[in-house]
C-alpha cells in the first residue's frame, strides 16, 4: 500500500477481553516494529520484526502481549485479558530493512485503545 | 546505554517567531542515526530529516534546519518564522547499529499562537 495502515484506528473493550490489533506495512518493507503511547508520552518499544522473525521482544510488558508477522508483511499484535493499563495508543512503523541505511520508519495513524 | 533526552516538554511561541527544539542523545556506538519526526494532532508520525553519525553537515530544508554536533552529542531542531500549522509533537530518536533499535525521547510539544 502506500502507507502504513493500522486497523481498527479505535477500539473499546471491556477489561479481561481479549484484543487483536492489525499492521500493514508498506509493500516491500522487511522491518516492522510496535510502539505504545500513552496519553502525553513518548514511544515505549515494544516488539521489532525483520521477515517474519522477531529478533527482539524486550519490549513487550507481559506474557500478556504477543505478536506475529506472517508472510514478511501484515502483523497482529495481541492482548490478552486485557487491562485499564493497556490503554494507549498502539502505533506500528516500517521501514525497508536489511542495512543500516534503510532504516527510515514510516508510521501509521495507529489504533486507539480504551479499556473500561 | 542509550538514551535521548529532549528535556523541553512544551515550548509556546507566536507566530513568526524562530524556535528550536533541543535533542541531547547518548550512546557507545559509532555508528548510529538521528531523526526527528513531527506528530500532529492526527496522530500519524511524520519523517522530517536523518543524520548519520558520520555527517556532521548541518541541514536546511525550507524553514526547517538541524543542527548535528558530535562534540555536545545534540541534534537540535530549529524552525525560522513559525507557522500555526508547525503545533505538533516532535520526536527526535537514536538508532544504532548495536541494537537495530530506535530510542525515542519524550517529544516537545510545540504551540505556535496566532
Known amino acids: 500500500g502506500a502507507g502504513v495502515s493500522q486497523s481498527p484506528s479505535n477500539k473499546v473493550t471491556e477489561k479481561g477481553k481479549d484484543v487483536e490489533l492489525r499492521c500493514d506495512p508498506i509493500?516491500?518493507?522487511?522491518?516492522l516494529y510496535w510502539y505504545r503511547q500513552s496519553l502525553g508520552q513518548g514511544l515505549e518499544f515494544l516488539i521489532y520484526?525483520?521477515?517474519?522473525?522477531?529478533?527482539?521482544k524486550s519490549g513487550l510488558p507481559s506474557d500478556r502481549f504477543s505478536a506475529e508477522r506472517t508472510g514478511g508483511s501484515v502483523s497482529t499484535l495481541t492482548i490478552q485479558r486485557t487491562q485499564q493499563e493497556d490503554s494507549a495508543v498502539y502505533l506500528c512503523?516500517?521501514?525497508?530493512?536489511?542495512?543500516?541505511?534503510?532504516?527510515?520508519?514510516?508510521f501509521g495513524a495507529g489504533t486507539r485503545l480504551s479499556v473500561l | 546505554a542509550q538514551k535521548v533526552t529532549q528535556a523541553q516538554t512544551e515550548i509556546s511561541v507566536v507566530e513568526k517567531e524562530d524556535v528550536t527544539l533541543d535533542c541531547v542523545y547518548e550512546?557507545?556506538?559509532?555508528?548510529?542515526?538521528l531523526f526527528w519526526y513531527k506528530q500532529p494532532p492526527s496522530g500519524e508520525l511524520v519523517f522530517l530529516i536523518r543524520?548519520?553519525?558520520?555527517?556532521?553537515q548541518n541541514e536546511i530544508s525550507g524553514r526547517y534546519s538541524w543542527n548535528f554536533q558530535k562534540s555536545t552529542s545534540s541534534f537540535n531542531f530549529t524552525i525560522t518564522a513559525s507557522q500555526v500549522v508547525d503545533s505538533a509533537v516532535y520526536f527526535c530518536?537514536?538508532?544504532?547499529?548495536?541494537?537495530?533499535?530506535?530510542?525515542f525521547g519524550t517529544g516537545t510539544r510545540l504551540k505556535v499562537l496566532a
Open positions: 512503523a516500517s521501514s525497508l530493512g536489511g542495512g543500516l541505511s534503510k532504516n527510515i520508519q514510516y
Open positions: 509493500s516491500g518493507h522487511t522491518a
Open positions: 520484526f525483520q521477515g517474519n522473525s522477531a529478533p527482539d
Open positions: 550512546t557507545r556506538d559509532t555508528t548510529y542515526y
Open positions: 543524520r548519520n553519525s558520520f555527517d556532521e
Open positions: 530518536s537514536l538508532f544504532t547499529s548495536g541494537t537495530y533499535k530506535y530510542i
